[in-house]
């Protein structure tokens, strides 16, 4: 039987998908096996908001680079860092909307990988990204596999991770 979809690992203390970090967004993020495309729903409260009910760009930037990041991540089977990210936003993002966003990659090579993502929420396109990451080091990956969760829910991705890593 096909995998079609695995939650994707997290860590302690990360901004965004940290479970032990009272002031992450909590996002969990999914990465479909064979094409690599990861997702991840979110919706905003008001202590995301900018203006008054509308969600702060830096939020909105933030939920873009967490998906762009796993999609290159998981297209090498290493972790990455980011270059370089840009943002178009197309639609203001509200307070309660349910947003689902999305990436997949574009290019990947062995030092540079690009990827593109969209927040959608109600149909409406809130804003897309393109991100460009590089892979880290064979220490730096090592270390940072170390750092991911034990969860039931993310093993197979995780393992998947530490397999490739040796």
Not at 10 to 29: E, F, H, M, W, Y
Not at 35 to 42: L, M, N, Y
Not at 87 to 111: D, F, H, K, L
Not at 157 to 162: E, K, T, W
Request: one cysteine or more.
């Amino acid at each position: 039987m096909a995998m079609s979809s695995l939650q994707l690992p997290r860590t302690r203390g990360c901004l965004v998908c940290g479970q032990d970090n009272p002031i992450a967004l909590k996002l969990v993020s999914f990465v479909e096996v064979e094409s690599g495309v990861v997702s991840a729903r979110f919706t905003p409260d008001e202590r995301y908001i900018g203006f008054t009910g509308v969600i702060h760009g830096g939020v909105l930037a933030t939920l873009l680079d967490e998906v762009m990041v796993w999609c290159a991540t998981w297209s090498g089977k290493r972790f990455c860092l980011a270059a370089e990210l840009g943002v178009r936003y197309r639609s203001p993002g509200r307070v309660e909307m349910n947003m689902t966003i999305e990436s997949t990659i574009q290019i990947a090579r062995s030092r540079l990988i690009t990827t593109t993502g969209t927040i959608i929420a109600d149909g409406v396109l809130i804003a897309e990204g393109t991100g460009k990451y590089i892979p880290l080091s064979d220490v730096e990956n090592a270390a940072m596999i170390a750092t991911l969760v034990d969860d039931p829910q993310s093993e197979t991705a995780a393992r998947l991770l530490r397999d490739v890593a040796g």
